[in-house]
């Protein structure tokens, strides 16, 4: 099973609009970075898709991706969502609209956003067949988990993904560790955290609480995600443990 990070930044990207690169070297690639989203990969080539970034068709083209078999949604914030007419391109190659799945929240808000994706419209077909995530086990041949963890004064989605043997799970935007997310994300083979800066944040995890989740937890191998400007690569890759990855746009990991 295979983890493609097609984006690890936060909700601006790195560098910032007025090309501010805070503490980032703009000299290190990986510390160009476009909104965060995650692709899972299983080893007979099935594909999953979790969040439509505001940057996905650039991080499609990088990755040269051209079909997926799912897409979930963490929640609807814009730079989780708003590349949703991407999809589109995806379609056109296939019969069925794509399977499409999130919270009853996110679901709702979708619909209420987006209604053409998910009922077709001026005789433009539907792109996404969409439904609540409770509502299945199995997707494209991955086992499906998930909870809902605490973003501020709302909530997201973590999700976890089972194939081959193999665990892959995502937990972004959260801002407290709660016992469903350690009982659901215990062990995993890979963990891909929020880990926004060092210092706290009223809505997103911290350097301190993404290395509390991936000890509390025990997932054998960690990658930190939703990174913003404070965090230069090379900097934060000498100062975390072994076990644990800052990710970078394009970072390919086997689980």
Known sequence: MKLIMLGSGTSTGVPRIGNDWGLCDPAEPKNRRTRVSIMVESDDGK??????????????????????????WTHDHADHCHGIDDLRALRFSRKNPIPGYGSTETVRRLRQRFDYVFAGQFGYPTIVALDTVDRIRMCAGFGVEWCQMPHGPTETTAFRFDADGKSIAYATDFSEITRSMVDLLEGVDLLVTDCLRREPHPTHANLEMALSLAKRTGAKRTVLSHLDKSMDYATLAAEVPDNVLVGFDGMELRA
């Open 47 to 72: 594909r999953l898709l979790v969040d439509t970034s505001t940057d996905m068709r650039q991080q499609f083209l990088s990755n040269d991706i051209d079909r997926i078999d799912g897409v979930f």
